[in-house]
């Protein structure tokens, strides 16, 4: 394994992703993955179980059972949307799903140190997803980039400690518009999927 990298970091929905295992090998050495599911959980811990670094554990994202200031690094891919798979109208999440994202959210800033990140992956434009992010409670600025031609997705980081710009800030308090603005997308077209390569924390 490469240099030890000695972020701790944890990720939320973790499901039977190869992630944490490419992570590991790339030599981040502290990784706490969680998910909702105990048999998820026991047949990951047993597959890995050569990797000390990684550890484990059946968990509910809306309520985290680690204490404040935790971790360097929150990720999760695709979790968030899988949360929102039910919803139709992607302008308008429904109470009950707006409840939960919200609460999640704010378990991930709670646990993350100052300074922290909280890295989302996900197919939701920025558009849709800015605007859940965009919360002063949470107390965290937002960075977005696109990877990929033609289907795309993308990539936020939120950094703890940093404030809102005045434009997120905005979204926060004005409407939803069901216009789709032009983006200034920041495009990898070579080499798509190597993401991991580009985490610079």
Known sequence: MPGTRTWITGTTGCGNSSMSFDMFNCGYGSIVNIDY???CIETMAAKHAHCPGLTWLQMDARKLAFPEDTFDVVLEKGTLDAMMVEEKDPWNVSSETASVLQQVLKEISRVLKPGGRFISVTFAQPHFRKRLYAQEQFGWSIRHWSYGGGFQYFFYVLTKGEELSPEDRALERSPAKRDTPSM??????????????????
């Not at 495009?187 to 993401?195: C, K, N, R, V």
């Open 37 to 39: 599911s105990v048999v």
């Open 184 to 201: 200034a997308a920041f495009l990898e077209d070579s080499d798509p999927e190597d993401y991991l390569n580009r985490i610079t924390i």
